[in-house]
């Protein structure tokens, strides 16, 4: 698990921040404007989108994981629902316009540093577009439960293993 940064001023008047206990655990505080500081999780949301009895995976073209494969996915807005993020995702990085069908899984635990608390993963099925790699990955392709690639994340991983039990939940 990534080291979390602390937050060491105050978002709404820039103050140095101090600890206090409140709500049953140590959190930052501003003694300046008297706000309590709460911390919230970055949030990703990516689709599994089964065809043929395969799974689509993007391989990344950036770090962190530069090389390896996930599930299409990404940050979801701060105003934005998170099946619409994992359908954008997918559009921006392999071409392809997907219709979710269900959440698969909701996974938590930061990867790295500049990764999500929470991942939300979805079953889509294809609606249409061109496949494609685009956005940050450099090849997309299809994968059998036997097939799998070297892989970039834990959280794949896990959704992949619950795919794979399910035997197809994006049918």
């Not at 709404?12 to 930052?28: I, N, P, T, V, Y």
């Not at 392709?141 to 970039?152: G, I, N, R, S, T």
Request: glycine share 8%; proline share 5%.
């Amino acid at each position: 698990m990534a080291r979390v940064l602390e937050l060491n001023y105050c978002p709404h008047c820039g103050h140095a921040l101090e600890d206090r206990e409140a709500f049953g655990r140590m959190r930052r505080f501003c003694p300046a404007c008297d706000a309590l500081v709460f911390r919230e999780h970055k949030v990703a949301a990516g689709v599994l989108v089964e065809h043929e009895g395969k799974v689509l995976l993007v391989r990344r073209k950036m770090n962190p994981r530069q090389g390896l494969w996930t599930f299409p996915a990404g940050f979801v807005d701060f105003d934005e629902h998170p099946a619409v993020a994992a359908v954008r995702e997918c559009r921006e990085e392999t071409g392809l316009e997907v219709e979710t069908i269900g959440l698969l899984d909701v996974i938590a635990g930061r990867e790295h540093a500049r990764g999500a608390d929470i991942v939300v993963v979805y079953c889509a099925r294809w609606m249409g577009g061109e496949l494609r790699a685009a956005d940050d990955v450099d090849q997309v392709a299809f994968f059998a439960p036997d097939e799998f690639p070297p892989l970039a994340f834990h959280a794949t991983q896990v959704a992949l293993d619950k795919w794979r039990d399910a035997q197809s939940c994006c049918v």
